[in-house]
Every structure is written in C-alpha cells, then in structure tokens.
C-alpha cells in the first residue's frame, strides 16, 4: 500500500497546474455571474480540446490523452482547484463512450470528433413526466415510417437543452411484454421541425433544465445507435458511466476553503466565526467526511486500474458525495449570517438590480437551493441506496 | 391546562382561512411577489378591515385584546398562504413596541393609522456585522440640543422597503455589543438623509439597507427610556419569534400535506412512491417535527409575556426546534417531490424557501442554541 | 389556551411532594445498587397501595384515587422528579385494564385486589423467539383437556418472571386460516409444575429478562379471560395502555440535570465541561427536544381529558421518548469520559469489586447498553413509524 | 498509488485469520474474558511464537518490519476475533516508544523480551482529571540524585493489570496542562510504591488505576529527553490510533456482517425483515460508515509515519470517524437483531461494547473534532 504519488505523477501535475494558469479563459475568471452562456462553456472546451485534453477517459484511438486513472485524477484535481468552468458531461462522458461502445463505424467517424471539438452541443433526452427513478415505463414512442422514425413524446429535466445541437433519446420502438425490451437509442437533430424547448425555472431562478416536445419528428433510421429495442442496455452502460466523478472531491475541497474564508471574515461579536467551537466543529466534521470520501474513491480508482470495476460500491460516492456538497451549501449559507437573505438574480434581465452585503454572500441561498437536485438526479439516493442493498448486501 | 382554542378563535381561525383561500392562491400570491413592489395595498387594507391588524392590541388602544395567541392563528393562516404582506414588522415587532413602550402620545399619533392599515412599520435593527445580536450596534445617535443625528446602517430590514415608519435602534451610549447604552427612535422613513436600497429576498418577500446620514430627530421621537432601548428590543423580538413560529407551523403543515398527497399520488414502477417503507418513515419522521415545533410554538405564545428569563427560554428553544424542523420539513418536501420539487412553478419549493429564510430571520438556530444555554430556566 | 396550573392542582403537587418526602422508604434513597430486589419494588407499592395511590388510572370502584389526567401527570412528574423506584407496569398498568374491561366478575373480584396490595407479582407472556414484532405468530400452544388447558411453548423476553407468582400470556388455542383468530389469553400460576424460568443476562450485564418454558403445563379452564380465540383483541387493548407514559418525560428531565451536574464536575483542562460551547449545544439540543416532548405529551393528555383519544399519534411518545432517553444516556457517557470504561457489576456476586472513579461515573456505560432495548420493546420504533404511516398519513 | 497489500501482507492476514478462527471462536473468548485473569497467555506465547509481537519492529531489532501497515493488519484481525490479549498497549504504545527513543540500553534490555512475548507493557498516561488530553499531567517526577522519586495516579491504564513494566508520564517541570516539563518514565510495576487497582472494563478487557507513591527511579528509567516526553507520548497515542482504528474496522465488518445475515433470515410477517426497505437502507448507511472508516483507517497507517502536523491530523480525523462509525454500526446492529443483539450470548453485542470502549480510548470525538481543527494541514 502506498498512498504517494510518484516523480512523474508529480511532474503532470505541474504540467497541468501551468497549462490552466496560463490558458484558462481570462473573462471567464473575471465574471461574477452566477449563469455561464454556451460561449463561456465553449470557450474552455475548445481550449482543451486544441491541446487534446478535453476527454481524459477516451482511448488514444478516439482523440483521447492515453492517461492512466491517477493521471485522470491529477488532472480533474487540478480543474477544480483552479475553479475551471466543467466540461459537460453529455457529450464528452456520456454519449462518447457510448458510441464507441455500440455504434457502428460511420455513427463513430462522423460524431465523435464533433463532440470533441465542440462542434455539437448534446443534451441527454431520458426522464419523462411519467418516469423519473422508474426509467423504464417511458412513453415517448418511435414508429418506423419509411427510412424514418416518427417520434412523439415529452421529455423533461433536459439540462442545457437551450443550447442542444443533438439530443441522444431513449425512445420506446415496440409495446412488448417486458418494458425494458421495446427500448431504443436514438440521435435526434434538435432543429428539426416538431421539436420545441420550454424552459423550467427552477427555485433558485435558474434556468438549466427544460421540457422537450416532440411532435411527430422525423429521425433518419440511420440515427438508431445500435440494435432496435437495445436502448435499455445502453442506458444502463451509460449511467454506470455518468456516476463516475459525481463524487465531485476536489470542488467540495474548493467548497471548504470558501467556507472557512467566509468563517473568517465573519464576525460573531468581534471574534472570527471561525473561531466558535462549535461552527469550526461543523466544519472540521464535513472536512473529515469528505477526506474519508476522497481516499474512498481513491479506492474506487485503484481498484479500477487494477482491472476490478468498481461495480455498485460506487454508489457509495454518489451518496456520500452529494450529501456533503449539500451540506456545504448549507453550512456556507450558515455561514453567511443574514446576508444570505437577499436574493441575488440568476438570469441577466438587464436590470439595475441592488447588490448589497459582501462578495462572498452573493449567491448563497440560491446555490444551497440548486444543490437540492443532486440527492434527486443520477438516479435518487434512495435508488442508490437500494441497488448498493441488492447488488452489494445481497439483501 | 387547557389547549383548545375559544370559540372567538376559532372565528378568528376561519376568517383568516377564508381569507387566504379566496385571496391567496398559489397564482394571485405569485402575482404579488412578481410585481414591482412586491406586496398589495388592497390585500393591507382588507387585513385592517377584517381586524386583523387590530387582534393582538388591548382594546383601549382600538384593538381587539387577543395578544400573542390571536398572532399566533392569524400567523400560522398566513403561513399556510405564504402571505407576503409585512403583518410581522408592523404589527408584531413595531406595534409591540409601541403597545408596550411607546408614551401616550406616541401611541395616539402612531397606533391608530397602524391599526387602520394606512402606514406601515418595519424594525431596523439588525446590522452587517451584527450577526443576529441585537446588541451589537454601530448605529449612533448623538445628542443635538433637545433632540438627535441618527448616523449608521441597518441591514436587511425585513418589510423596508413597504415602511413609512421604521424603529431603529442606535448607541446613544457605550460601544460594542455593550448591553447599555442603546436607545430606540420613531423614524420617518421620509425624513432627509435616510436613504433606502431595497431588494428581493429569497423567499419571494422584500427587504431594504436602509442607511442614516445625519438624521435629524426631534426628542419625542425617543421610544422608551435613553440607553435602555436593548431590554424592550429584546422583547419584541421575542414576540417576533413567538408569531414566525406560528408562521412557520404553518408552512411546515402545507408543505408536509403536499408531500404525502404526492407520494400518494406518484407512480414509479408500478405502485405509488407513497408505498415505499423508506419514504415513508422520512414523512413519519416530517410529522413528528411538525408536532414537535407545534408543541413548542403554542408553549412560547403562553409565556411570551411571562418573566424576562422564561420569555428568553421559550423563545429560544422554539426558534431552535422551528428552524431544524422547518430546514428538515423543506428538503424533505422538495426532495421526495422529485424534479417537480425542484420547479419554480409547484408551491413546495416556496414553502421550502420561506422556511429556510424564517431560519435566518430573528436569530439562527446556532444563535438562539447559545442563547437558550445561557439562560437556565427561572 | 391556557399552559397553567389551577390553584387546586398545584396544592395537590403540594400533597404528593409532601407524601413521597414523608414516605418514600429511606433505604431505597441510600441504596448505590443498580439494581433492585423484589422487595424493594413491593416496599415501595405498598406504601402507595395504602395511600390508594397505587394505580392512578383506576377508576374509583375498582380501587383506584379517581384523578383527572392532570393530576395523574402531576403524579407522575413528582415521582420522578423524586426519583422514587418506579411502580412495575404488568399488574397496575398492563392486566388491570384488561381485567377490568374483559374478565368475569369472579376473576375481578379475585385478582383486582392482589394486584392492588402487591400481593401477585404479574410478568407478561407475549414474545416468543420466533414472534417479536409479528406477535400474531406466536406458537405456544393451549389444548383444552378436561377443565384445563395443557400449555406447551417457549416464552422469552420475559420481564422479571424470576420474581412472578403469575404470568398473563396469550397462547393459541386453534390452528385456523388466520393467524389472529386463534389467540386467546390466559392466566397462568407460575407455580404450577411445567414451567421453567431461565434468566437471559442482557449486554448491560443485568438479569431484567428471561425464557420461560411451558412443559405440559396444566391451566386451570377457569383462567381463560375474556372468551377464547379472543386474545388478539385484548392484547391489542393492552398495547394501547402499554405505551402511556413511555414518553418518559419526567424521568429524562432528571436525567438531564445529572447529565448537568456531571458537566459541571468534569473539567476540560481545568475548565467546567459544561462550559465547553460545543458540549453545551449538545446538552441544550437535548432539552429543547425534551421541552417539545412534554409539550407533545401534554397536548395528548388534553385531548385526552377532552374524550378524544390520542390514537395513533402517540407512537410519536414512544419514538421521540425512546429516541431521547437513549440520547441522554449516550451523552451521559460522553460526559463522564474515561472513567465510562471500568465495568460495574450489575449482580451482587458477593465479590469485593474495586470501584474506581468518580461515583457519578458508576454504571453509566451499562446504563447506556441497558437503553438500547427502549427502541426495541413494545413494538420497535420502526414498528411505530409504521402505524404513524398508516394510521394518521394514510399511506 | 497503490492500495493493494503485498503477498507478505496478505500471508500475514491469512496467518492471523486461521489463528483467530481456530482459537479465538466466541465461546473460546468469553472463555477468557470470564476468567480470572482475562487474558490467555498461552495466546500471548503464540503471537510471540507466530512474530505477531516482532511484526512492526525494525529488522535490526530483532522485529520483521513490517511498520504500521502490518500493525493494521494484525489488528483489523484482532478486531474481527474480539481479541483482548494487550497487543496495543505491548506491542504498540511502548514498543513502539522504545524503538523510536529508547536508549540502546533500553532497547537491548527490554525489546528481546518483549517480542518474544515473556514481558507485557502498559502505557500509563492518563490519569483522573486528564479528560483525553495527555498534556494535562499532575504525576510528578522529582530530581533526586541521580534518579528521580515519582508520585501521582494515573487512570484507567489499558492492559495495567497484566503489565510487567509500565511507561508513565510524569512532570518533571511545569504545571496543570503546559506543553513542556512532561518526561517519561520506564517503571518496573512491581517496584516498591506502585499500587494497582485492577478491574474489568464495559468490553471484556482489563484496566487498572495505578497509583505511584514516592516510587524510585534511576537516571536509566528516563525514556527520551528531560521535560521533552510530550510530543513522543502524543506521537505514540497517534501510532495507537492507527491501530486501534485496524480493530475497529474489524469489529464493524463482523457486526455489520452479522446483522445483514440475521436480517436474511429472520422472519417476521412472513417475510426476512431484511426485505423492509428501512432496514435495508440503515444496513446500507452502516456499509457506507464502515466503508469510509476502512478509507481513513488505510489513510492513517500511510501518514502516521509522517511530519508532525499531517500525522496529528490524520489521526485525528481517522479517530473521529470511527468513533462516529463504531457508534452508528454499533448501535444498529443491536437494534437490528432486536432483542437478540441485547443477549450477552450473541456476538453482536460484544462487538458493540467493544466499538463503544474503543470510541473512548486514545481521545474521543469531541477531543479529536478539536485537535483536527486546531492542526490545519501542513
């Protein structure tokens, strides 16, 4: 067992300390907005995807960077703690290793460079009204019609939809006994006709997620990904995938130092709130919850390069890493005092709008609302909590 | 003992009832919070009609005598409806404080229009670097011949930017987070150099930096005794926390109630979520807190007006339970209603925002724990 | 509204005080044991058997003081703020109902009586090792021969049966579709031959429980209460009354003021514990759940005395009550600190044991172990939960 | 990165392992706790005989090197078997203390026998009015000659009454709870003076509280440097804590093993209670406490070797999560098996005990959550 990270490892790390010091987008680090544009996102994206780095878990013959799992690590570790804008998992972590996995050689050689260089913004067509932890009972039907599928359906919680070039969508192809069977994955063009985007403001006053009708919209049949009636496989492939990094370590990390400089700055009667016992003793019990979680995925990943999937254990980071960013959030609100009362605007309506109370207050109350939703996407906790009872407790 | 509600009260409760039901849905409230200014003058002066805004009052000064449980119903309606409208700052903190302390003329120049919904009222007392103590004040006042120059800032003074009077208090002596030395004035929002940054808060309500340059103030604008303003702000505070809870029982049920209707109601792999053993013990575990901040909201009503240390004790220990059940309430509500916990559009996340704000109004738990450990029972 | 004390009510707390003062038997006060002999419990039920105190919620005809709900609270918080032994629940509190509500005349006039004066000491033959929160599984089989039952089965958890002169037990008296209906309840000599008591020594190292088995033990028919196959319906009845009073309010508020005493004689690097701010929060957490607690309680009593029974809602005393006393031992403990480690024993063995350490650290540790059985008995307190679901969410 | 053990660690852990399952089945331990002494010796002179007691030492120590890793491993065994023969206050509290300042002297003198299992250790540090804080230290240590007199009480000495030697913190100068002035002492517990009042403790093992009356000690007893004995004495409690979080982690695994199996098999309403989703989820939060107690445990065993500040604070936050973790897993495990895990028959019980005696051994939470945020990273 060694837990150090060797010459070389070291050496990257530096390596990528420097290149994001001296290529992050310098407006992006100088905006105090609360929402970012698909430009800011892209901005950043293009950035690494010039140096080839803007997918680190793809293979070398896909436009990956050949990294090992701890040089992964080292690199996202770096992003965070550089407060980088993320690169979007949709394309990137999601639908990439997807089609790599499962399209045929054209789907690959015509869509996988696009997601890599940015070129196509995807979103992730999946819950539906109906269905949200009970994926299966989707509605949204494809029929065959020619050399097209006809599609009609409503999705909702589409992140970033606004923005979508393409939309990867689960579709149901047939109505048979089992409702996983008549499942099927699909690539759908996001400016052809019948589709229409209907934001959702969400109780922080963001806009991030959407609803999706699809009103008889035709899809060539050559956008299956693929068997027909495979799509139920292919999700499950792709939410194993999407759980990986939603531990998010290295942001909560970043979360803490916020924390403690808020703590310093305020004041309970003349003394630094960092100061009082019993809010340091929150802090220090958050910070060891989440050091604990970050040598657990450690684990996670030691396991993973010596060959053993993870497997359900990794709900583990899911849960646990979602319960402390939410309970940063809440502390950093804590924190805050009276001056998380003042709501902060989310969207630029133009107005002139009165910011009062410190930098660090701004904002505050909004982030603990929006953190609400990751103990609710990705699968609910409580959905972890039974597959880690199944799969792991055997119960 | 005797917990059951007079026949008066219940009308009273049933008023209120009508009230929001017919006034106050889901949409006309968020049309009130969306406009420009953030409340209705019409929704104001039916609250004076219905006499609400004369309950608590003794009915020598025009009111209707009901004190602090009267507040309490009337509270707990309005935060089943979310009602927006400053009942808390003008009716309970600002005419407390006159009720209790004001002179005689203060209160026939000041009750009356307060009474009859014509001027409203907001207490300035809170500060940026204040953190909940209302001890900890910067703001002075310095003598200036018969009367005072008010100079300083007030922080997020709930209700401001509605307010044609404010309370505010100032150091008319000593330094610091020193117990003496503060003093309470009448303030005319109006009057030259008070200057006011209003805003939107979280929870769909509004609330102003309300800045003093130089005010000048007349000596009948003192409320109470010089340099000892602290003791009666306290009180009416506590008062305040004796009527957000109320507020809060309210908002915890409604949220509670949409949450087990929800699952009642939500299908997910064939059968109601509703039926699922963890969900349900997380509800189970909702009511309790509900039950538990009920128990403790009705107990601060009963002894608000007792002695300064058991007053202190309640007050206290319910804001304590309210502000745990009502963070444990909310995100339990939001977080067993899915997606649709998260949207703007469905009432849960309202109640969830304005339980989170009642939390950070009139002293935070963490504040009110100490202060609760600081004062052993008479 | 009213929160207050009549004039009358508070010279009858008067009364009490002066009474438990006057007659409370001195060598149970002097007494460090931590536990506590048959006659000891009697010494103490017979004092109040003679002042007609003894069974507050009985009504006046069958022995009982006549109090309304206030005053038996007013008794009971007395009691405990006292700290006298409590008054063991099997015959006042548990059977007596019953045979008030469902016996014979002959069998009320015979066993009312000796319940009252001590003269029986009753244990409650319920659980059995495969039957804990499913009670109606029970097997302990009663066949009926001649004028008696033949009683064969095998009771456990049995609470002081070492000490009983007679059991209450349901036992099954047919095998029909549903389990239920062949319950019926008997009244069973532990005299009789057939039956033998085993204690169970529990992880506090006491002796509280035990087996208890029944080897063709003949019964009397005449001991049948209530008709037979109707034993389910009365121990339904009997778990009602089980739970008043388990929220234990008066009894945790002593605990919180030796919780009190104890922080204060504890020192952190010369500093009263009790002034430590974070140990502090932890102790005034409690209290305020604790203040909520009786307030809860006091509601239910009021509606009570109003005719509306508590029904269901009082699940929530025995959850929050358990949850409590189990928090205040924990912290006890905490408080105390290294000296929480020596073990006390709990049986006299006659041995010289060394007591180290301060005497309020005597037996805390096994106080502690001895209270996690408060979440389990009577229907665990995920037992409770259910029937709240159920009963008042209508889920 | 590596977090896999090599092949001579895991033979180690399979050596371990078959000794605790042929030697050590409840029966067999309770067989020990009973008696009179509470330990086996015939044990002891196996772990001697199998290297366990020469398992951390330096090679040239006659040890096999094996550090803090193979301790882990020694003691997430010990843990699994419940094995309350004094490995940790032998082998490493004062083993580990000669190896790293003894004198050669000292370390030829009593090394030898103790890993070959024939003399037994305590650490004798804390004492009544200490609470967790080995700076707090009344013992007194007076000059006297070449040699020193010493008097004082230390408390609650794990293994005390099976100890051979004992090393005792004493002041040589300073008072109350000063960093400097501590020396440490090597003490023969059968020297004229000592006194030890010898008990069980709540989980089966033995304890004493040794009192030290004008107790003579050479020059030669002195451990380390004059007045300089604290940060040794807190170094060697950090070592302790990387073990004992080995045991805990052991214990947890066995009880959180245990109570998944009966909770497959129990039935109740005609079904395995293990089906109830509330229980499954409180099985899955004990899996998840227990699985980031084994990360910090791994992440102690690899920093305690380290400098001061990384050390204090690894071991500090690993001591706090298992305390946390023992507690929770302790806890619902005997919940869980309902009145079952309250029989002192039943294993489940005893791993309880002993996870609650381990959250008040080397420091508790609380003193721990205090030192971690006293000691930010280096």
Known sequence: MNFDFSPEENAFREEVRQFISDNYPKH???????????????????????????????????????????????????????NTLIVLPFGITMLGPVLMHYANDAQKAHYLPRILSGEDWWCQGYSEPGSGSDLASLKTKAERDGDDYVVNGHKIWTTLAQHA???????????????????????????????????????DGSHEVNEVFLTDVRVPAENLVGEEGNGWGIAKFLLGNERTGIAGVA??????????????????????????????????????????????????????????????????????????????????????????????????????????????????????????????????NEVQRNIIAKFVLGL | MDFDFTEEQTLLRNMVQSFVQDNYDFDSRMKIVRSQTGMSRENWSQFA????????????????????????????????????????????????????????????MHLPPLIGGEKIWA???????????????????????????????????????????????????????????????????????????DYETIDGGRAADISFENVKLSAESLLGTLDAGLPLLEEALDYGIA????????????????????????????????????LQHR???????????????????MHVGGDAASRRRAASGAKVQ??????????????????????EELNVGHYFKRLTAIDAQLGSIDYHLKRFGSSEAA
């Open chain 1, 28 to 82: 992006l680090t100088e905006s105090r907005r609360a929402e970012f544009t698909k430009e800011d996102f892209l901005s950043w994206h293009r950035v690494l995807a010039e140096k080839g780095w803007v997918a680190p878990h793809w293979p070398e013959e896909f436009g990956g960077p050949g990294w090992s799992v701890t040089q992964r690590y080292i690199f996202d570790d770096e992003c965070a703690k550089a």
């Open chain 1, 251 to 380: 942001r909560s990390k970043n979360a803490v130092k916020r924390l403690k400089e808020i703590s310093c700055a305020e004041l309970v009667d003349g003394e630094p709130l960092i100061e009082d016992m019993d809010f340091k003793k929150k802090i220090s019990e958050l910070e060891i919850d989440l050091l604990a979680l970050e040598y657990t995925e450690l684990r996670t990943l030691a396991a993973e390069s010596a060959g053993r999937g993870p497997g359900a254990e990794s709900s583990i980071l899911k849960i646990k890493g979602t319960e402390i960013q939410q309970k940063l959030t809440e502390l950093i609100m804590e924190a805050v005092g009276t001056y998380s009362l003042p709501k902060i605007p989310m969207l630029d309506t133009g107005a002139n709008y009165n910011l009062v109370g410190p930098d660090y207050s701004h904002g505050v109350s909004q982030n603990y609302f929006n953190m609400r939703k990751t103990a609710i996407y990705g699968g609910t």
């Open chain 1, 165 to 203: 070039d393409w939309m990867f969508c689960l579709v149901r192809t047939s109505q048979e006994d089992k409702p996983q069977k008549g499942i099927s994955f699909l690539l759908i063009d996001m400016n052809s006709p019948g589709i229409e985007v209907r934001p959702i403001i969400t109780i």
């Open chain 2, 243 to 278: 009527a957000i809870c109320g507020e809060a029982i309210g908002g915890m049920h409604k949220a509670h109630q949409a949450t087990v209707e929800y699952c009642k109601t939500r299908n997910q792999f064939g059968v109601a979520i509703g039926s699922f053993q963890a």
């Open chain 2, 123 to 197: 207490l300035a007392y809170s500060e940026p670097k204040s953190r909940f103590n209302p001890a900890n004040v910067q703001t002075t006042a310095k003598q200036d011949g018969d009367g005072f120059v008010l100079s300083g800032l007030k922080s997020v003074v709930n209700g401001g930017p509605w307010a044609d009077y404010l309370i505010v208090s100032a150091r008319t002596s000593g330094e610091g987070w020193q117990q003496d030395g503060i003093s309470l004035f009448i303030v005319d929002k109006s009057a030259d150099g008070v200057a006011s940054q």
């Open chain 2, 49 to 108: 009609e219905l006499g609400l805004l004369a309950a608590p009052f003794d009915e020598s000064l025009g009111g209707l005598g009901g004190g602090a449980v009267d507040t309490m119903i009337i509270t707990e309606e309005f935060g089943k409806g979310l009602v927006t409208e400053p009942f808390l700052p003008t009716v309970v903190l600002c005419g407390g404080l006159l009720e209790r302390h004001g002179s005689d003329a203060q209160k026939d």
């Open chain 2, 322 to 343: 309210i502000g745990k059940a009502g963070r444990y309430i909310g995100q339990s509500a939001v977080h067993l209603h899915g997606g649709m916990g998260m949207s």
């Open chain 2, 283 to 301: 509800m189970v575990d909702m009511f309790m807190e509900y039950e538990q901040s009920v128990s403790l909201t009705y107990m601060v009503n």
